[in-house]
């Protein structure tokens, strides 16, 4: 969507942009995502590899009223 962002676009979800170089496994990448989703109740909603080898992953989740949790990638 070129004019808008995905956050304007579905109010019923959120996203979260998420960059695995290609220096991490298939195995850590797929660890990785496991830990966001049971810790975080992130779900994968996209996944782009790139020629250099490295993968952009967008993340989504149901909104939550008033709960605020930490992005991916972000440590408390």
């Known amino acids: 969507m070129p004019t808008q962002t995905m956050a304007d ?3 019923d ?3 979260a942009p998420l960059r695995i170089p290609s220096d991490v496994t ?3 990448a797929a660890v990785r995502l496991a830990l ?3 810790y ?3 779900e994968l909603a996209r996944v782009r590899r790139y020629a250099d080898g ?3 992953i967008l993340l989504r989740r149901k ?3 008033a709960e605020p ?3 991916p990638g972000l440590s408390a």
């Open 54 to 56: 490295s993968r952009q």
């Open 69 to 71: 949790v930490p992005m």
């Open 13 to 15: 979800w959120e996203y």
């Open 9 to 11: 676009a579905d109010p």
């Open 26 to 28: 298939r195995v850590n």
């Open 63 to 65: 909104r939550r009223a």
């Open 36 to 38: 966001h989703a049971e």
């Open 40 to 42: 975080g109740g992130w």
